[in-house]
């Protein structure tokens, strides 16, 4: 009887519109609920979250990096979502962006060229997955798709977009989102998070803790050799640098 006690959940009916979308998540403490109301959403300032573009034509639109000039500057590093990837990800394909993504706005209505924030540095990861939400780096110059949504931080800032993206990926706060997204990461749900008020001093631990970590994540594009990161193949590299890695 103490064990079907244990697994019993009471809740009143409205409780479950304290979190966004109302979810029928009924086993969410007061307490967890509570955070969505007394912190800021996480698409609020200093912080903004966007979705990205859809080509309509990925096919006419978008090209591996390997099968154009790299100096073109035709076509722009593209965030199309792609497999899990905490930190770090290259990115390997590439969007035609000709006149500023002018022919993709015209032949797709559901494009979204979103040109303020095009180009902007910032943070992305994939929509869909089924382990944890972990954003990665978007390089400056970039485009971002509505798979791979994107969010920034005012003055794009280095030191607060690497604190934040380690605040992002800590296991908290994948708990946070999933009961509103359960694996579907979009910008809307992503937005609709609750994040602490950051101190300068934690900015500045967390940011260190992010950039190893992406060092460390990039690192091990080193040796792949359809990777921007790469340098050198598997065994000339474990020589050089004593790392070995582990699959």
């Known amino acids: 009887a103490k064990d079907a006690l244990a697994e019993r959940f009471e809740r ?12 029928f998540a009924y086993w969410l ?3 967890f609920c509570a955070l969505f109301a007394t912190c800021q959403r996480l698409d609020s300032p200093p912080f903004s979250v966007r979705a990205g573009l859809a080509t309509g034509s990925d096919g006419r639109f978008l090209r591996l990096w390997s099968e154009t000039h790299e100096s073109s500057t035709r076509w722009r590093a593209f965030a199309k979502g792609g497999k899990f990837g905490a930190f770090y ?43 944890s939400f972990k954003p990665r780096c978007l390089p400056a110059d970039s485009i971002f798709g509505h798979v791979g949504p994107a969010m920034f ?24 989102v ?13 937005g609709n998070a609750p994040v602490p008020i ?15 970590a992406w060092s460390l994540k990039r690192s ?8 921007h990161a790469f340098l ?16």
Not at 155 to 171: E, F, N
Not at 232 to 247: N, T
């Open 89 to 131: 990800a290259d990115l390997g394909l590439l969007i035609d962006w000709a006149k500023s993504g002018e022919p993709i706005e015209l032949s797709f209505i559901g494009a979204r060229v979103r040109k303020p924030d095009f180009g902007r540095p910032g943070l992305t990861w994939p929509i869909k997955n089924r382990f």
């Open 12 to 23: 009143e009916p409205l409780a479950f519109a304290a979190v966004p979308g109302t979810p």
């Open 232 to 247: 050198l193949p598997p065994g000339a590299i474990d020589k050089i640098s004593g790392l070995a890695r582990i699959d």
């Open 29 to 31: 403490s007061e307490r």
């Open 198 to 212: 950051l101190t300068d001093s934690t900015i500045r631990t967390l940011a260190q803790l992010g950039r190893r």
């Open 153 to 176: 931080v005012d003055g794009d800032k280095p030191t607060v977009l690497l604190a934040i993206q380690a605040l992002l990926s800590s296991d908290a706060f994948t708990a946070l």
């Open 178 to 190: 999933k009961p509103m997204a359960g694996w579907n990461f979009e910008a809307g749900v992503i």
């Open 220 to 227: 091990l594009d080193t040796t792949n050799e359809t990777s």
